[in-house]
């Protein structure tokens, strides 16, 4: 590891960790579980009532301030817009979705064209105010410190909100094809964009970490069919949720037990499920409670169990083996399919919220398809502690991606 990654990931531990020891003081955003209408959202954030056909197209474009410094000296550095983009989620319906399109004003000095990364967040929560574009702008972002190093080594970077998150609707939080899509369409977004200096024949990584890595490995299995015309040389996926009913067993009743609160939301809203189906009183409460959280509000469900809030007393286990959950969850199953480009898989051995088991499964199903995957075993314990070694892992592997070197593919270690 350079020393450029040592400081990398330890400054990048230090912003995540900063943030969670933020979590006991943030109040509480309670609101119900219903989209809170364009009356109370930023007109920007407003998508038209005609959409455009294509998949990527950009519906409109604004100038962006980006800070990683109180004097933003980086904002002479790079340029940074804010854009809505069409894109097609799970049920085939046109949404505009938003995100951040971020390059660098110096010239690319590597071989080729400058790369683009489609950066997939983490968890940010399920309102509106919790949109990475919206948090940008203020240095809130806890995941700023890895968009940094992207750009330090002149990459662009676009990063997707997601759907419904900042736009119309409920958040389709942990919906496998509807964020595999938001992430492949921002960088289809990102290269037609004037002013950037990318094109189509823009080499293209994708990364990302928990949520993020679900939805980067969504996107490399669904781009071959959804977006084939992309150049992606790799994706790197860290601590991949990609068996929802492995890791909701996990969480019910433990310390990060709103994860699993976001993940009913978001598929209740992608499946139209209603929730008073299955939660009580209580249940439903919460549900329209975590609909208004950010990831600051995690503690506020710390410890709660899916038994107090299911109208049957059940537990999630047991309310993952029925209909229509157990069908929500089965799709959310990553892994079916062969990646078009090589994977990196990262995963901490001790990682408390997502189980090792689940990030080393999928490295197995891949395997099995034919894909080249590295799967890489971090030891350092916890889940954000595993969020550092996975990006210094991530800044190798799009090095060697874009310098056209062998991809590792460790399968048969598996």
Not at 106 to 127: E, Y
Not at 236 to 245: E, I, K, M, Q, R
Not at 355 to 380: D, S
């Amino acid at each position: 590891m350079t020393s450029l990654t040592r400081r990398v990931a330890t400054a990048a531990t230090v912003s995540l960790l900063t943030v969670l020891s933020l979590l006991p003081g943030a109040p509480a955003q309670a609101a119900p579980l219903t989209d809170p209408g364009d009356a109370t959202r930023p007109a920007f954030y407003q998508a038209p009532a005609q959409l455009p056909a294509q998949n990527g197209a950009v519906i409109k474009a604004e100038p962006e301030p980006f800070h990683l410094d109180p004097l933003n000296l980086r904002g002479t550095l790079i340029t940074s817009q804010r854009i809505m983009y069409k894109t097609t989620n799970r049920t085939g319906t046109p949404v505009g979705v938003t995100g951040t399109v971020i390059t660098p004003k110096t010239a690319w000095s590597g071989p080729g064209k400058r790369p683009l990364i489609s950066f997939a967040v983490g968890t940010q929560g399920l309102a509106d105010q919790c949109a990475p574009s919206r948090l940008l702008a203020f240095a809130a972002e806890y995941e700023e410190v890895f968009v940094g190093t992207l750009l330090s080594r002149g990459y662009a970077v676009a990063i997707t909100d997601y759907e419904g998150l900042g736009t119309a609707g409920i958040h389709t939080y942990m919906d496998r094809v509807s964020q595999g899509r938001a992430v492949l369409d921002m960088a289809r977004a990102a290269i037609s964009l004037p002013g950037t200096g990318l094109s189509p024949q823009s080499p293209i990584g994708v990364d990302g970490y928990s949520q993020g890595g679900g939805a980067a490995a969504a996107a490399a299995e669904l781009a071959p069919s959804y977006a084939p015309e992309l150049q992606i040389k790799g994706v790197s996926a860290g601590a991949v949720p990609a068996d929802l009913t492995a890791v909701g067993t996990s969480l019910d009743g433990g310390l990060y037990a709103e994860f699993m609160l976001f993940a009913l939301d978001g598929l209740f809203s992608s499946y139209g499920v209603d929730p008073a189906s299955f939660l009580n009183a209580a249940g439903q409460a919460k549900a329209a409670e975590v609909s208004g959280h950010c990831v600051w509000n995690l503690p506020q469900n710390s410890y709660v169990k899916m038994s107090n809030l299911s109208s049957s007393g059940q537990s999630f286990t047991q309310l993952a083996q029925q209909a229509p959950i157990s069908t929500m969850l089965a799709d959310q199953l990553i892994g079916r399919a062969r990646p078009g480009a090589p994977v990196l898989i990262t995963h901490s051995v001790a990682d408390d919220v997502i189980p090792y088991r689940v990030g080393k499964g999928l490295a197995q199903r891949w395997c099995t398809a034919g894909a080249t995957v590295n799967f890489v075993p971090t030891p350092v314990p916890t889940h954000v502690g595993g969020a550092a070694p996975h990006f210094a892992a991530t800044l190798a592997f799009f090095e060697a991606r874009f310098r056209g070197l062998p991809a590792t593919n460790n399968c048969w270690t598996l």
